[in-house]
């Protein structure tokens, strides 16, 4: 940190606030004094100019189109490791030795079954349930099961609900695809890695052998790299303010996924599919195009746009070519949805509505596609997203815990109510 300082000045009162620097990235303004010294509050609503906290984990630079997870490239990960990799660096901090990866690994491994309890859970839902429902539903009620990892002071305990949550999420996950499927319940298999063990629970049925396509798995295992964590999005900020008041993790997770089921934000992965099947074909792209640009219309396209990424999301590229990889591999390659895809993203990189506004297409854009091709319903996609996101929210939820300085998040506002006023009888109204 650098002695810099910033001089407000506001009526007759003049403050000096601490300018922080980090590693890379943005210097912040200290404004933790400023109420205390001029009586006035900042005012940022979506918190577009605010850093809520100080990180390792993950750092983004939106105008250059780059994602860090503890300084790594996410190009490098996704290229080079898997997705237990990944939860072992943005849980500890450092890519594993073998010996760890190994430890790692077994250790989620076992932990992937969930009380049988939990499967009257499901039976409780209609069939037609939205599974991110079911998925609210069953995570928060893991603390009623486990209670032996809801001690958020010991940081045992909180290792222990890290795992639980990393490797009982594609199980949940899984079950809430069967059960809105009317399918049996499929177990976890200890000898299948992670992504390939929750394909088989997927898609596996008491009738046959289920063999895991590779490809699909190296996929899925990607697609899961590519939605770990991203920095304090609205989701990871919903985990954090949960936690800040001593919330058990599980609970602090299903507040998590509660938030990321809304179409702005991880919501945007089904809502994406759902437009691309509206727009149906190459020719009407145009009419959807005028429809995102006009301000009394409140459609936009899904899949495009971010509050950060000011040029490429570098997720969505590489979302790309996964989606290339599987509808090859499944046949689709002529897809027509990828088709519509292509084409609208052609259109909008060189559209000056969208190149003015840094309007490019966002890691949801491409991934629905994808899931669609593999099997998943467009119900599913947020579900996935809720899986693969779970260890960055329960890596920031630790560091957010561990954090020394944490105290319980609680803003204040600007009122613009009505000023004090005295009751008025019902007979006087
Ligand atoms: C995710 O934060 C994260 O990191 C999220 C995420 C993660 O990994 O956690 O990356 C995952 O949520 C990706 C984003 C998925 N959402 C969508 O694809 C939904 C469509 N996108 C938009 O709703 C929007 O772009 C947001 C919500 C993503 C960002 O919203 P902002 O930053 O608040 O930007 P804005 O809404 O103020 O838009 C700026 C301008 C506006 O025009 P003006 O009012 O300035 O004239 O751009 C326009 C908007 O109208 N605009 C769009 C648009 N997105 C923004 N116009 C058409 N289509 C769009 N998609």
Redesign the pocket.
């Known amino acids: 940190m650098t002695d810099k300082s910033a001089n407000l000045v506001l009526g007759n009162k003049s403050v000096e606030l601490a300018v922080k620097s980090g590693t890379i990235g943005p210097d912040v303004i200290d404004i933790g004094s400023l109420y205390k010294q001029t009586g006035a509050f900042t005012y940022d609503p979506?918190f577009t100019s605010t850093a809520s906290c100080e990180s390792k984990i993950t750092y983004i630079d939106g105008e250059e189109g780059v994602l860090l997870h503890r300084g790594y490239p996410i190009e490098q990960l996704a290229e080079h490791g898997d997705f237990l990799e990944t939860c072992y660096l943005l849980l500890y901090g450092e890519l594993p030795t073998a010996a760890q990866k190994k430890d790692f690994d077994y250790r989620v491994t076992h932990h992937t079954m969930v009380h049988e309890q939990m499967t009257r859970f499901f039976t409780g839902f209609r069939r037609d349930a939205h599974p991110m429902a079911v998925m609210c539903g069953c995570v928060g009620a893991l603390s009623a099961f486990y209670h032996d990892s809801t001690d958020i002071t010991d940081p045992h305990q909180r290792m222990v609900a890290s795992l639980r949550m990393i490797a009982k999420m594609p199980t949940i996950a899984a079950m809430a695809y069967k059960y809105h499927v009317g399918q049996p319940f499929v177990y976890p298999k200890n000898d299948l890695d992670y992504a390939s063990n929750f394909l088989h629970m997927c898609f596996a049925v008491p009738c046959e052998e289920y063999k895991v396509n590779p490809v699909l798995a190296r996929a899925m295992d990607r697609i899961f790299i590519l939605?770990a964590d991203?920095?304090q999005?609205?989701?990871?900020s919903t985990v954090r303010l949960a936690g800040s008041s001593g919330a058990n993790p599980f609970a602090c997770i299903a507040a998590g996924i509660a938030c990321l089921w809304g179409?702005?934000?991880?919501g945007?992965n089904e809502?994406?599919l759902n437009m691309l099947t509206e727009i149906g074909s190459v020719d009407r792209i145009p009419e959807y195009i005028a429809r995102?640009?006009d301000?009394n219309d409140p459609f936009?396209?899904?899949?495009?746009?971010?509050?950060?990424y000011k040029n490429y999301?570098p997720r969505a590229k590489i979302m790309q070519k996964t989606t290339h990889e599987v509808l090859s591999e499944l046949g689709h390659k002529d897809d027509p949805m990828l088709q519509v895809a292509m084409e609208l993203e052609r259109i909008a990189l060189t559209d000056e509505y969208f190149v003015e506004?840094k309007?490019y297409p966002?890691?949801?854009f491409y991934s629905g596609i994808t899931l669609k091709a593999m099997g998943f319903p467009t119900t599913m996609f947020t579900v996935l997203f809720a899986l693969a996101?779970t260890v960055g929210w329960i890596a920031q939820w630790a560091e957010m815990v561990e954090d020394p300085q944490q105290r319980i998040g609680r803003p204040r506002q600007l009122y613009t109510g009505a000023p004090k006023r005295d009751y008025v009888p019902v007979s006087k109204r």
């Open positions: 979506g939605h991203h920095e999005n609205a989701s990871t179409p702005a934000h991880g945007a809502a994406a995102a640009k301000k936009r396209l899904m899949g495009f746009g971010h509050r950060v999301d506004k309007l966002n890691i949801d996101r």
